[in-house]
């Protein structure tokens, strides 16, 4: 397993954690999700055999958040 924690923009409540704890969590090989609203980060524990970090930063963006590198 492989830990990463990403910067991301624009979470500001309830629904913000919901929507990228939710849709990263679906994705094949993430094991735990974790948004801080008061940092802006992301903290996610994953199987890089079975999801690329890039897939998990896509995600992310598609919910409508800016993950920054």
Same mark, same amino acid.
């Given at each position: 397993?492989?830990? *990463?924690?990403? %910067?991301?923009?624009?979470? +500001? ?9 939710? +849709?990263? @969590?679906?994705? %094949? ?10 940092? @802006?980060?992301? #903290?996610?524990?994953? &199987? &890089?055999q079975q999801v690329s970090v890039?897939?998990? $930063?896509?995600? *992310? #963006?598609? %919910? @409508?958040?800016?993950? $920054?590198?």
């Amino acid at each position: 397993m492989e830990k *990463i924690t990403l %910067q991301v923009e624009g979470m +500001s409540c309830g629904h913000c954690v919901k929507a990228v704890e939710g +849709s990263v @969590g679906k994705l %094949q090989g993430v094991s735990d999700v974790k948004v801080n609203l008061e940092t @802006g980060t992301v #903290d996610v524990e994953f &199987n &890089n055999q079975q999801v690329s970090v890039e897939q998990i $930063k896509e995600t *992310i #963006d598609d %919910q @409508g958040y800016d993950v $920054k590198a």
